[in-house]
């Protein structure tokens, strides 16, 4: 018995197509002027992942992420850097340090976002505190924070500048050290974590200790929050 071909099926599969291609056209011809006019649209400028206006990705941050914006920082940094890697780094760091943003809980770490990149804020909070009292020295949950930290900072190739904030009106401790010296070394004690934890594929640009002169803004002040921080900002090489 004689085998059959296949070239049918290639003929048949192309009769399918024309068929489709046809009906289509049938149905633009009789369609509306408006969805003409938008289907013309369309093909002249098909969609993309950027905004021709701004020139920054269209990504809905959400605002469910506990994200802090200053100013027009973020159509800024979207020129500069996909925001899918923004929304990874944040939801990397909330997800390691069990932080639920979605809670009435005020976190530890607030996350803002400058035109350069990203500025992680992290409070010596009255609760849970990051480092001993009135010391350079870390508490086990200010460790933890930095080891995760750390761990999320040498897979993405940010520079890295740290600095420390001491509370106003702070006196000076019992080895003579003042806010100024306080904050400067806790600074470089983060500095030190996250070289250690990342093996050194953190780029540190700048360690400075602040001492009481960049106090909080006053929206910014809530129980349980004091001056005491120390910030990471974190932007891409030029």
Same mark, same amino acid.
């Given at each position: ?53 701004? @020139?920054?990705?269209? #990504?809905?941050? =959400? ?6 914006? %200053?100013?027009?920082?973020? +159509? ?80 993405? @190739?940010?520079?890295? #500048?740290?600095? =420390? ?6 006196? %000076?401790?019992?080895?003579? +050290? ?61």
């Amino acid at each position: 018995m004689a085998k059959h071909g296949g070239a049918w099926k290639v003929a048949y599969a192309d009769f399918i197509t024309a068929m489709m291609a046809l009906f289509m056209v049938l149905w633009i011809l009789g369609s509306e002027q408006e969805l003409l006019e938008q289907m013309q649209e369309y093909f002249r400028n098909p969609p993309s992942p950027w905004d021709q206006i701004s @020139g920054k990705f269209l #990504v809905d941050m =959400g605002d469910n992420m506990g994200l802090r914006r %200053e100013g027009e920082a973020e +159509n800024a940094l979207f020129e500069k850097m996909d925001p899918a890697v923004i929304r990874g780094i944040v939801e990397n760091l909330y997800k390691a340090l069990q932080i639920d943003v979605s809670s009435a809980e005020i976190p530890p770490v607030e996350l803002v976002i400058t035109s350069d990149g990203l500025r992680l804020v992290i409070y010596d909070r009255e609760d849970s505190p990051m480092f001993e009292e009135k010391s350079d020295t870390l508490t086990e949950w200010g460790d933890f924070l930095l080891q995760n930290l750390a761990w999320i900072l040498s897979r993405k @190739g940010f520079e890295a #500048v740290i600095e =420390g904030h001491a509370e106003p009106g702070m006196q %000076e401790t019992g080895d003579g +050290n003042g806010p100024w010296e306080l904050s400067l070394n806790r600074a470089n004690t983060v500095r030190q974590s996250l070289e250690f934890y990342a093996a050194g594929d953190v780029g540190i640009q700048r360690v400075s200790g602040m001492g009481s002169q960049a106090p909080l803004e006053e929206s910014l002040r809530v129980p349980g929050r004091t001056n005491q921080r120390i910030t990471v900002s974190l932007s891409l090489p030029n």
